[in-house]
């Protein structure tokens, strides 16, 4: 069973629906709603709850693209609302650790400058998001990111053996946050690289109605 894109199928034609209201979107909408609770258990020193409500948003990121590819579910809305929710997400979860004290500042600059970068490159390049797809870089990172952070909070909680869970934490939020920086620079070459073709085929990139033209 694979791990990345699990649920895709050989047997059927996925048609891409334009429909919101899929399971898959619904899952998506449901994850992100967690994150202000999660923010209030971080701030209220719930530690294991805490742990317990990111480890569900960390599932529910797999389990909604699963559902979408298994039963032929993918959507334009989810195409662009899940990687979204994920980016907002993750940049609440870090910022929150790092004002709670739990994590270490490096961890926030890395997963909020790159962003930056990305999100001004985006608005300047085509008036908003370049509609590139996840990569599998972009996919391993993001795990990274979202078994560390739980594992920091786990490292919290008296009796769990916290200096062993804090030290695996800091290594896979190390790993994660390399892999953020290097997926941000490949998508920041894929933007430019589209904004160029575009060009050439004498398609204005922030025109995103005539990009099926292209």
């Given at each position: 069973?694979r791990?990345?894109?699990?649920?895709?199928?050989?047997?059927?034609?996925?048609?891409?629906?334009d429909?919101?209201?899929?399971?898959?979107n619904?899952?998506t909408?449901?994850?992100?709603?967690?994150?202000p609770?999660?923010?209030?258990?971080?701030?209220?020193?719930?530690?294991?709850?805490?742990?317990?409500?990111?480890?569900?948003?960390?599932?529910?990121?797999?389990v909604?693209?699963?559902?979408?590819?298994?039963?032929?579910?993918?959507?334009?809305?989810?195409?662009?609302?899940d990687?979204?929710?994920?980016?907002?997400?993750?940049?609440?979860?870090?910022?929150?650790?790092?004002?709670?004290g739990?994590?270490?500042?490096?961890l926030?600059?890395?997963?909020?400058?790159?962003?930056?970068v990305?999100?001004?490159?985006?608005?300047?390049?085509?008036?908003?998001?370049?509609?590139?797809?996840?990569t599998?870089?972009?996919?391993?990172?993001?795990?990274?990111l979202?078994?560390g952070?739980?594992?920091?909070l786990?490292g919290q909680?008296?009796?769990?053996?916290?200096?062993?869970?804090?030290?695996a934490?800091?290594?896979?939020?190390?790993?994660?946050?390399?892999?953020h920086?290097?997926a941000a620079?490949?998508?920041?070459?894929g933007?430019?690289?589209?904004?160029?073709?575009?060009?050439?085929r004498?398609?204005?990139?922030?025109?995103?109605?005539?990009w099926?033209?292209?």
């Amino acid at each position: 069973m694979r791990l990345i894109g699990a649920g895709t199928r050989d047997d059927i034609d996925y048609v891409i629906t334009d429909r919101f209201w899929t399971v898959p979107n619904v899952i998506t909408v449901a994850r992100f709603c967690l994150v202000p609770f999660f923010v209030w258990l971080v701030f209220s020193q719930q530690y294991l709850a805490a742990f317990i409500v990111l480890a569900v948003l960390s599932c529910t990121d797999w389990v909604d693209g699963y559902i979408a590819r298994r039963f032929n579910q993918i959507s334009t809305v989810g195409q662009w609302l899940d990687p979204m929710a994920d980016r907002v997400s993750l940049m609440v979860i870090v910022v929150t650790m790092v004002l709670a004290g739990i994590a270490p500042l490096w961890l926030v600059v890395s997963v909020l400058a790159p962003d930056l970068v990305l999100g001004i490159t985006a608005l300047i390049l085509f008036r908003g998001s370049p509609e590139l797809e996840v990569t599998v870089l972009g996919k391993i990172r993001t795990a990274l990111l979202l078994v560390g952070t739980p594992m920091l909070l786990l490292g919290q909680v008296p009796g769990l053996a916290e200096d062993a869970l804090t030290v695996a934490a800091t290594v896979l939020l190390a790993l994660g946050c390399a892999g953020h920086i290097w997926a941000a620079g490949d998508y920041l070459a894929g933007c430019v690289r589209k904004h160029r073709e575009l060009r050439k085929r004498g398609i204005d990139p922030r025109d995103r109605a005539s990009w099926s033209l292209a």
